[in-house]
């Protein structure tokens, strides 16, 4: 198994940041977090990750929730970039991320900036089960 990259790295935390109780046991799940198998194209992305052993699973009520409220402004990349973390059962599953248009992924990400499409993100999706 591979390494998380710099660029997947900062969109995890990215993703991830914020004060619900989900996101912070998500955040749990980082350390020991491996990267199962990954696919690129010039345009896109997807890694898929798997949790160490003694992660805690996050509380949360679907069974699978998708963060995609993430986007990029990358010098070189007009269109920018967006971000997709699918969360499988309370588990970190995979991260996704793609360009706008046809445009390629430059090869130097310096200068990248993320930012949330809302401040006030709904993350309704991440709230525990009704008992």
Partial sequence: MSELTHLEQA???ALLDGDHPALVALRGQLPGLSVVHRVATPTTFSTVLRPGRASPRAPVAA???V????HADVP???GG????????DGWLARLE????????WPDDLAGLTLHHDDPER???DLDPPLE
């Fill in 63 to 65: 069974s699978r929730v």
């Fill in 67 to 70: 963060l995609d409220d993430l």
């Fill in 97 to 104: 991320g793609s360009t706008f248009g046809r445009e390629a």
């Fill in 11 to 13: 969109v995890l935390h």
């Fill in 122 to 124: 709904d993350l309704s």
């Fill in 81 to 88: 970039a967006a971000f997709a973390l699918f969360v499988d």
């Fill in 76 to 78: 070189g990349l007009p």
